[in-house]
């Protein structure tokens, strides 16, 4: 055993001697090993993350929302439907829910103006979610001044801004109090944006739907599983849509990892041919160049991998957020929570490393079996 | 620590490995805090969801409906006016909504 040890701790000497010899051209082959990884992996924890991070927070969200829609579109509300869906048997709680848009020309953004379940704020006051106060530049006493239904102004103050760690719920969330919304967007009491409902057993939440659907079929139910789900697809879709990208760089690498291990150099020829007279056998000259290739795909992912770790969970996935930021204003700030996934780790060590070892072994191959007589006489 | 002296390659490749592995282990341990600080955090966001009622992330507020992709109609994509090419980037990002089943 020690024997055997030995004889690959010198065929390892060899192998980092041979990656030393020739750093320029290694480095290059490493550095981008290193981006691959790094790309690939900053994808797929940034996926997960955000995921997770949707699932998580929409497990308060309302068990159904019920819309009303007319000739297909989604209409107000009227208070009857409420009290006819509240009738249920299973439905612990109706309410109507107040929520609407604002497009804020001074700043170019689009806020969302609700209505908040509990709390609302006192009559002429808001409360304003942290990125739109940070964009606006206002604080608690301020006035948020906005144009109502007539093109009014319609001066808010400013009376709370919601706690900075929800910026991912609340970015460009107004939340005023029910007579404020009704005069500002010009509603009549008695309509509703839409219905949420609480239901006492979540199993029985589909079964539900279908009586709600049953006594009014002019709606339309969307469940909380469904929000969530929608949350997964949208970042599924987004994930594949990057690693579809990625994978045209993934190619490209197997092509620059081939042509690097294909082209060998008449120096490292007659290396070969050296070795071999020296009594190597074909099975050594292999395992040396596995090596090689080995430590370099070890190390690129290792190195890789943290750089992802770090850059998605410290420091806030930068380089996603032009992708998720779209041409919106106001995006917020936020901190995925970290998940390690033994599974997932592995997985993208097999989707990069496989790639470099398949295009590096017929090359390696080919040297190996090289004749050493025929080398040294070139 | 002759056995791994890095004045022979294959110490210093173990060294290197050793490192890199050491690092990736130190971040991936430092995960359970980081996930306890996030869950803090995130409590003050599932607070807000359940006295808001509200039903999506704040994340993608460029067009009225990326803003709430769970609540917004079927004709999305088309409703500024008929046969509108989608110009939004997470509009297109967003991929078209399947039917009810």
């Given amino acids: 055993m020690n ?142 001044s906005l144009r109502d239904h007539a093109g009014r102004p319609y001066a808010f103050v400013v009376e709370a801004l919601l706690d900075s760690r929800s910026e991912l719920v609340s970015a460009d969330l107004v939340l005023l109090g ?14 509703y944006t839409d219905a949420a409902l609480r239901v006492a057993n979540p199993l029985e939440t589909r079964t539900l739907a279908e009586k709600v659907l049953a006594r009014l079929p002019a709606a339309r139910v969307i469940s909380r599983e469904e929000m969530r789900r929608t949350y997964d697809a949208v970042f599924n879709w987004r994930q594949g849509l990057s690693l579809m990208v990625l994978s045209v760089l993934l190619a490209a690498f197997a092509l620059l990892a081939w042509d690097k291990a294909s082209g060998l150099s008449a120096e490292e020829r007659r290396e070969i041919g050296i070795l071999k007279a020296l009594g190597w056998d074909s099975g050594d000259v292999l395992a ?13 992912f290792l190195l890789g991998y943290t750089l992802a770790w770090l850059h998605v969970y410290y420091a806030g996935a930068p380089l996603f957020e032009p992708v998720l930021k779209g041409w919106s204003v106001l995006y917020p700030r936020f901190a995925l929570a970290p998940e390690v996934d033994i599974s997932r780790i592995v997985s993208l060590a097999l989707l990069t490393v496989l790639p470099y070892v398949a295009a590096t072994l017929v090359p390696v191959w080919r040297a190996a079996t090289l004749d050493p007589d025929a080398v040294m006489r070139e | 620590m002759a056995l791994f002296s890095a004045r022979r390659g294959s110490g210093l490749a173990a060294w290197l490995l050793a490192g890199s592995l050491a690092c990736l282990l130190l971040v991936l341990l430092d995960a359970s805090r980081m996930t306890e600080e996030r869950a803090r955090e995130r409590a003050q966001g599932c607070a807000l969801v359940a006295r808001v009622g509200l039903t999506d992330l704040a994340l993608l507020n460029e067009a009225r409906y990326t803003r709430h992709l769970s609540q917004a109609d079927r004709h999305a994509a088309f409703q500024d006016h008929p046969g509108a090419l989608e110009h939004f980037p997470s509009g297109s990002l967003a991929g078209p909504p399947r039917p009810s089943p």
């Fill in chain 1, 178 to 191: 029910e007579a404020d919304f009704r005069a500002f967007f010009g509603i009549a009491e008695g309509l």
């Fill in chain 1, 3 to 144: 024997a055997w040890i030995e004889r690959q701790r010198g065929i390892i000497d060899t192998a980092v001697a041979n990656l030393r010899r020739r750093k320029a051209r290694y480095l290059g082959l490493f550095l981008a090993y290193v981006l691959l990884v790094f790309l690939l992996a900053s994808v797929v924890l940034f996926g997960d993350g955000m995921r997770r991070e949707a699932r998580l927070l929409l497990e308060e969200a309302p068990e159904l929302v019920v819309q009303r829609l007319t000739a297909g579109r989604h209409d107000l509300m009227p208070a009857q439907w409420l009290q006819r869906i509240a009738g249920l048997r299973g439905v612990t709680a109706a309410e109507g829910r107040l929520w609407g848009y604002y497009h804020d020309a001074a700043v170019g953004a689009n806020l969302t103006l609700q209505v908040p379940r509990e709390a609302p704020p006192a009559a002429g006051g808001v409360h304003l979610g942290a990125t739109l106060a940070r964009l606006r530049g206002l604080s608690p006493g301020d006035v948020l």
């Fill in chain 1, 288 to 300: 040396m160049k596995l090596w090689e290739g080995a430590l370099l795909s070890l190390l690129a």
